[in-house]
């Protein structure tokens, strides 16, 4: 099973709102994912993408990518969402493709950190489109990261 | 039937995701609605309410407050969210209430220029917290409102 594969499945199996939001992970390379969610379970009074769908898919993909990035480092993180903005720019009555980015150097930062002291933040920018790239939604957020492997990096 | 329990019966009617969040509007006094919402079915793999859930319900919450503002003032209104910012402040094991909240100066402003203009735009403010006062989350955000009664209202 894939990374990303596995991790949809723990994302189900946990959260039980994100089944609601029916997203997939559709493709993740360092410092890039991809997400999918269809309209129809996110459709709200005017036929278009929920305002409320669009905050809860972005706040999953920036802690997804956080995630990964951080799993690919240290053995076990546990990673929590620390604050973010979100700008509506255009209502989307279609399908939505989320595209979750962090920078080169943020993520350099983010990966020796984690490694070093056991916690780390990371800064994310992200996009909400039509699948033809017309944007509905620009999304900035930080996530936090601690390495559960150690005792200093484990918040009880 | 109240303002209030019509309201959320066509907010559940018309947007499936929000039967899933599971909200419920307590009051509402005029710049000041308090919703509530179950930990259980915004769980996330903490055992905390998941970030995308609070997300979710604050969006709705200041949503649900500018309609139910517009609507007191002018015939048929149109809501749609034009941005927001979440600072996370720690997690919430509990069940949560969300408390949305207009100054008196920004909902008497928006009142003359929805009647005048046909269009207004709305700040709001608001907590999610537990149900003993522990705060969670804050966030800020602007509502755009339009009157439908009204042909430069309408946005096609």
Redesign the interface.
């Known amino acids: 099973m894939s990374d990303l594969t596995a991790l949809a499945e723990?994302?189900r199996g946990?959260?039980?709102?994100?089944r609601?939001?029916d997203f997939s992970f559709t493709r993740w390379h360092p410092g890039d994912l991809l997400l999918a969610a269809p309209l129809?379970?996110?459709?709200?009074?005017?036929g278009t993408f929920?305002?409320?769908?669009q905050?809860?898919?972005?706040?999953?993909g920036g802690?997804a990518l956080t995630t990964l990035e951080g799993e690919a480092r240290v053995p076990q993180v546990?990673v929590?969402?620390?604050?973010?903005?979100?700008?509506?720019v255009a209502?989307l009555a279609s399908d939505a493709t989320l595209h979750i980015q962090a920078s080169e150097d943020d993520l350099s930062r983010f990966a020796r950190r984690l490694v070093r002291r056991g916690r780390a933040r990371l800064a994310i920018s992200a996009t909400l489109s039509s699948p033809s790239g017309e944007i509905a939604a620009r999304f900035t957020a930080h996530y936090l990261a601690r390495d559960l492997s150690r005792p200093d990096g484990r918040v009880d």
């Open positions: 723990r994302v946990a959260i039980p709102l994100t609601h939001l129809a379970p996110n459709v709200n009074d005017k929920f305002a409320g769908s905050a809860a898919l972005l706040t999953l802690w546990d929590v969402a620390a604050e973010s903005s979100l700008q509506y209502p």
